[in-house]
């Protein structure tokens, strides 16, 4: 039983480029998370997603990063024009419904470096 | 003021101490309180969560959530060095998906 995927592990990309990042969760569960790990700090929330839709953006920036969960395939992280501080640790979670915040389960991360 | 504030350490201690490492919150409408861990270039696992204030024990792991203190603490007892990690707070809302994370206490166990 695979647990959440993410995938690429290590992304560089030079300044003004894009970044996109790729989330498959635990067979069975149909919401995700995106969190963001800076340096020396601890995770913030970004959005959450189910199939299709987008129910909680509010820790998204307002410009260059967007989510989206398809009804086939993994949910992405897209981030445009990536700057030096877009540098971090990005994590996706899973759950298998709404109401499993104990239920979270953490892939390895994405760890994004901009040059 | 950020709404969880935790220590981050670096925390040192020699093999079998009791470990104990905090958090504070502002926001009294945290309902959830949860314990993760976080090895090196790894996501986080949780460790231990509750709902409600008092004591939750798993085997040598201690989970005690003051509300009106607004206060919550992870006892570790016999540390062993496998439990070398970050060590994570989050909490929660009612009725709310998202989680609320500590900076996180980097702990090291020496053998």
């Known amino acids: 039983n695979a647990g959440v995927m993410q995938n690429p592990r290590h992304l560089v990309r030079r300044r003004g480029q894009e970044a996109r990042l790729r989330c498959s969760p635990m067979?069975?569960?149909?919401?995700v998370y995106w969190y963001r790990q800076l340096p020396e700090e601890g995770l913030k929330f970004m959005v959450y997603?189910?199939?299709?839709?987008?129910?909680?953006e509010s820790g998204m920036p307002k410009e260059r990063f967007s989510a989206e969960f398809p009804k086939e395939g993994p949910s992405i992280l897209r981030i445009q024009q990536v700057v030096r501080g877009d540098s971090a640790a990005y994590f996706c979670?899973?759950?298998?419904?709404?109401?499993?915040?104990?239920?979270?389960?953490f892939g390895s991360g994405t760890r994004l470096t901009v040059v | 003021q950020k709404e969880v504030e935790q220590d981050p350490g670096p925390l040192s201690v020699p093999e079998g101490a009791i470990v104990s490492l905090n958090c504070t919150y502002s926001?009294?409408?945290?309902?959830?309180f949860m314990w993760y861990r976080q090895y090196s270039r790894k996501g986080p696992e949780l460790l231990m969560y509750?709902?409600?204030?008092g004591n939750k024990e798993d085997g040598r792991f201690t989970a005690q959530v003051d509300k009106s203190s607004k206060y919550i603490s992870l006892f570790i007892r016999d540390s062993q060095p496998s439990d070398s990690a970050t060590y994570l707070c989050?909490?929660?809302?009612?009725?709310?998906?998202?989680?609320?994370f500590g900076q996180g206490t980097r702990l090291t166990i020496n053998p």
């Open positions: 979670a899973s759950s298998p419904g709404q109401g499993d915040v104990y239920g979270y389960t």
């Open positions: 067979k069975g569960h149909s919401h």
């Open positions: 997603l189910q199939k299709e839709n987008i129910i909680d």
């Open positions: 926001n009294s409408a945290f309902q959830y």
């Open positions: 509750t709902y409600s204030s």
């Open positions: 989050a909490m929660g809302f009612q009725g709310a998906q998202k989680l609320v």
